[in-house]
């Protein structure tokens, strides 16, 4: 039901640059597709609905009953209430602590102000949550019939995180979302595309395969265009709303508040909460204050040499189609603001006020006790874990280093030790460690891995060379490797050089990002061959599959890979008994395959797949030597 990337990429492509010569008529082209799917979807609801009609005339007409009739009456209901379902688009409200005017008035205010002055409807809930972000999102309470509930989600790091002016374009640029009813279209659009996303899965789950084939060649044709126009109009969507921050907030304050949330959100990973769970190391219950101790680290100055790491790491980032958001260059050069570096890490200097402060008032403290205390009492029993396996780490420390004084460490052992001393004694006192385990095999991917990244620390540039040896035999880490030897050579000035390696890690990650797609599905036009499992592994399989009462028959195969060969997909097919009085299709199907993979150890790389309602794959199926490995007795 989708192109394969390189087609969905090109669409997109040539979709942009239609969008962005011809805005308005390619939304009407978006409307038109939207429309096209209602149409035909009321076209065989009204046909289904005319036939069933008839029927039953007929046969009132004819005073008798017939089998057949009664049979054709059954599909057609069935296919009615698979249509009427599927048009009902719910959704669950968001979460987060609600806010009232009362308790938080300048938030109101600014809100107040920005609404009126962008056009956007008014918010019917504020909610204050723990994430590093602000958006907005409309709830439909009549389904398809709208009636749109407004909620405005802000969390508390980001507003802990800017200065006023700062929080100010990117509340802007949430509202700017709403305005001239951008989120309107576009909240019809989501909801036509999850339509169309419960209509495929309630024809393919609902094991009525002349249902199915009513919709295929519509839905093959229409679903990935539908997506790739939808998905264009999206990214359409955050430059308009940039723009409606530059209108309420300036082009300055804007493009900063862009670079600063890049900055800020990799310092709040990188720094601040990994010093978080440092504690873990000494403290048995985690801090109490947290997000007080978050203000504070916010308020000071962000060391020059990391805002640089991060500012560089940000700007290197590529605008791709796996999200609709645009990369942070994109969006400034949209803006007409070009960057200067060592200008704009001033953006890490320290805050007087946040916005937080600003917009929270007196409600502030206390809204930073209620966060600090939910996330304490969530991380306490985790917490309790870490501290008591750190603690088993010192002993098993203490050990190895006691053990080496006496004799020789076996490979796995002396990494062992290397990683535990890392880990709580620092870089400069494992270095000698991973000397050595280099010096016994110069080929150790995690001690090349470790040692390349403790040079570059140092800007010392041969550890690029152990960095390559490791990314030589491990692939795992190709992506990873190639961004830390990118952004050691930006900061040496060496950007030729530093290019080569993020195109190296982009389209490495373009090769997994299509390896994971491949792997993500199994379809009937897929190829397969005879799986190369031991028959060990093949009777284990079997003796676990007879504990399951429901399950017929089991075909075990190998899907043939276009990606990454060398790294198999095997997929077990399942086959099982469906009760008359059977209500829920899917939700049945989910029980057994979330109790099949609850209650048991599979192979690694295995894809389940049920195989009811596609009766064209078991026939192929059937025809690959040794595939089916179990079936019922007593069945046919």
């Known amino acids: ?142 389904g398809l019939l709208g009636w749109q509930q407004n909620y405005l989600i802000v969390g508390l790091p980001l507003m802990l995180a800017l200065p006023p002016e700062q929080f100010r374009a990117v509340l802007a640029h949430e509202l700017g979302h709403l305005s001239g009813n951008h989120s309107r279209f576009s909240g019809w659009i989501y909801r036509q595309r999850q339509t169309w996303y419960r209509i495929v899965k309630g024809l393919r789950q609902g094991g009525n395969e002349v249902s199915w084939l009513i919709f295929e060649r519509f839905l093959t044709w229409y679903i990935p265009f539908f997506n790739a126009y939808s998905f264009v109009l999206a990214r359409m969507n955050e430059y308009e709303a940039d723009r409606c921050a530059v209108d309420i907030a300036g082009e300055q304050n804007t493009a900063k508040a862009l670079m600063n949330v890049e900055v800020k959100a990799r310092f709040l990973e990188n720094y601040f909460w990994s010093s978080v769970y440092k504690q873990i190391q000494t403290e048995i219950e985690p801090p109490k204050m947290t997000y007080a101790a978050m203000q504070e680290a916010f308020s000071q100055k962000v060391s020059h040499e990391e805002a640089s790491v991060y500012f560089m790491q940000a700007l290197a980032e590529k605008t791709n189609n796996a999200d609709t958001h645009p990369c942070l260059t994109d969006r400034l050069k949209a803006l007409g603001y070009l960057p200067n570096y060592q200008k704009e890490v001033a953006i890490s200097a320290p805050i007087k006020i946040n916005a937080a402060q600003e917009f929270l008032g007196d409600s502030l403290q206390k809204l930073i006790e209620h966060f600090s205390q939910a996330w304490r009492e969530e991380i306490a029993t985790p917490w309790r874990q870490k501290y008591a396996e750190f603690q088993q780490s010192i002993a098993t420390l ?16 002396a990494s062992q030790r290397a990683f535990l001393t890392l880990e709580m004694e620092g870089e400069e006192a494992v270095k000698p460690l991973l ?39 491990d692939s795992n880490i190709v992506i990873k490797g190639c961004q830390i030897i990118c952004s050691f050579l930006k900061e040496q000035g060496k950007i030729k050089e530093a290019k080569f390696y993020q195109e190296r890690a982009d389209n490495y990650g373009e090769l997994i990002f299509k390896a994971q797609q491949e792997r993500s599905d199994v379809r009937e036009n897929d190829s397969f061959q005879s799986h190369n499992i031991s028959d060990v592994e093949v009777n284990k399989l079997r003796q676990q599959l007879s504990h399951y009462p429901h399950i017929i028959t089991v075909y075990l195969v190998q899907k043939n890979m276009q990606y990454f060969p060398e790294k198999p997909l095997h997929v077990l097919s399942l086959k099982r008994e469906i009760s008359l009085f059977e209500g829920d299709y899917e939700a049945e199907n989910s029980k057994l395959l979330n109790s099949l993979l609850q209650e048991n150890e599979f192979l690694s790389n295995l894809f389940i797949f049920i195989l009811n309602s596609h009766l064209n794959m078991e026939k192929k199926l059937k025809r690959i030597p040794n595939s089916m490995i179990y079936h019922k007795k007593g069945k046919k």
């Open 398 to 413: 203490k050990d190895l280093n006691h053990k080496s004084q006496k004799q020789q460490l076996t490979l796995e052992e």
């Open 1 to 142: 039901m989708t192109f394969n990337q390189e087609r969905f990429d090109t669409l997109i492509q040539k979709l942009e640059a239609f969008a962005n010569k011809q805005p308005h008529l390619y939304k009407l082209h978006v409307a038109f597709l939207a429309t096209l799917g209602y149409a035909y979807i009321f076209l065989v609801l009204a046909v289904t609905l005319t036939l069933l009609a008839g029927i039953v005339f007929l046969m009132l007409d004819a005073q008798s009953i017939h089998a057949s009739s009664v049979k054709a009456i059954v599909f057609l209901l069935a296919l009615a209430l698979v249509l009427l379902r599927s048009l009902w688009v719910s959704f669950p409200p968001p979460t987060g602590l609600p806010l009232q005017p009362q308790d938080v008035p300048n938030l109101y205010s600014l809100i107040n102000e920005i609404s009126s002055k962008l056009e956007a409807p008014r918010f019917h809930h504020i909610l204050l949550t723990n994430d590093f972000n602000a958006g907005v999102v409309q709830i439909p309470r009549l």
């Open 435 to 473: 000397q050595d385990i280099l010096h016994r095999n110069a080929y150790h991917v995690s001690a090349n891995y470790l040692i390349g990244q403790i040079l570059l620390n140092e800007q010392d540039e041969t550890g690029i060379k152990y960095i390559e040896r490791a990314i030589d035999k």
